[in-house]
DNA sequence: GCCATTCGCTACGCTCCGTAGCGTTGCGGC
DNA sequence: GCCGCAACGCTACGGAGCGTAGCGAATGGC
């Protein structure tokens, strides 16, 4: 989330070098692209045109149109927020998913998804990127709500993460992706909501970790 | 499942018509690209040299590679058979469930889906058709398993089938086509464990509909 | 055996990929 | 203010695939 300037800082800042301006300008035309038509018709050349740039340039920088992809993707995920402390686990996992569901439904993070998921099963290396900069944040962000939850007393302390982690995001990506649900309003409560039963402490303790 | 003809056929069989068998063989040289490397290296010349056949002949059947590869898919889904009774909605939403973990481990339905994603964004008939063929499969299948397990007295009445549906099978593709995850083993296990405490009867009526 | 259908084949024009070579520009150090 | 390097622009490739057109040949229903 750091690739067009903010208005609102000082404006004595120093001047962008080059390199740091065309990257910002291939940033950009890549954003834009990517909402006009998603990832399926992005193209290496499309975006060089629309930032007046060349495409060996590009070439110089990412290997394809996936990496380029990934780099936009990976500048809004990281932008994400911590949850916050609201002092109840069902409201901070509501929060939580919720985010991500207004995320993918409002900015063009949801479209960059949609035409990431098939690189992804093909490409490794982005594979990996992805698992480390987007996956791994989800499950320690996890970590800390329900750890937040077991401290509380709330939640069972033999939660496995990784798992509730699954549980959580997986419906909003199975809408977002295949079933093609709306994607908004209580569909983060309905996932927690479903989920609580077997995360609240007490309660039968039947064969289950998440 | 129907492409290829089963060699405990009657012998005495009609013979295939031309068109038949130029419709199979192109389906079985899809397969056979699709398992060696997935749709995203899938092409359509690459389809018509295997088969023996021309290029043409291919667009004049399907609009493109994805209509190709959904027909594969398709073929494959249709082959699903329903959850038997087994007195225990437990058990029958881990076979259900299971069921779909090992289908899409252990045959290339995994590797068809995850170059077929990305189209579903971009194609909104191929999504129709593919919604229509496999998701609403598996909604009504889902129906029909939770139907018996209200009846047995087992589970809510008040569950909601679709939203059931994609918490079931979210985090199935979430780990097939994000986490990268193991898709085996106790995961469907997991997570109808993880459901059950919210969709058994009795226990306090919170705001849940799961 | 007739004749419409279906298929094979060749040949396009097009888009995009990814790379190479070389001239050009900006930028920091001195 | 000058100089040298790194980064960039530009042109030109060869290649893969796409999707279409035109036409002749094989097929199979009647």
């Given at each position: 989330m750091t690739t067009t300037r903010s208005k609102h800082e000082p404006q004595n800042a120093p001047p962008l070098a080059r390199s740091e301006r065309t990257r910002i300008a291939i940033l950009d035309?890549?954003?834009e692209l990517l909402a006009e038509g998603g990832v399926a018709t992005l193209t290496v050349e499309g975006v060089a045109a629309r930032a007046g740039v060349a495409k060996t340039t590009i070439y110089r920088r990412w290997?394809?149109?996936?990496?380029?992809?990934?780099?936009?993707?990976?500048?809004?995920?990281?932008?994400?927020?911590?949850?916050?402390?609201?002092?109840?686990?069902?409201?901070e996992l509501i929060r939580f998913v919720g985010k991500a569901v207004k995320i993918l439904n409002s900015t063009l993070m949801g479209r960059v998804m949609q035409g990431l998921v098939s690189d992804l099963a093909t490409d490794p290396e982005l594979a990996d990127a992805f698992r480390a900069r987007v996956v791994t944040l989800r499950i320690d962000e996890t970590r800390r709500v329900v750890d937040r939850g077991v401290a509380r007393g709330e939640l069972r302390p033999d939660i496995d993460i990784e798992l509730a982690h699954e549980l959580l995001f997986g419906p909003v990506y199975y809408r977002l992706l295949l079933s093609g649900g709306p994607l908004e309003g209580r569909f983060a409560e309905q996932i927690v909501d479903a989920l609580m039963p077997g995360l609240l402490v007490g309660k039968t303790t039947r064969r289950r970790r998440a």
């Open positions: 035309a890549t954003r290997r394809g149109k996936d990496e380029l992809a990934l780099a936009v993707l990976v500048d809004m995920v990281e932008s994400v927020t911590s949850t916050p402390d609201l002092g109840d686990a069902r409201r």
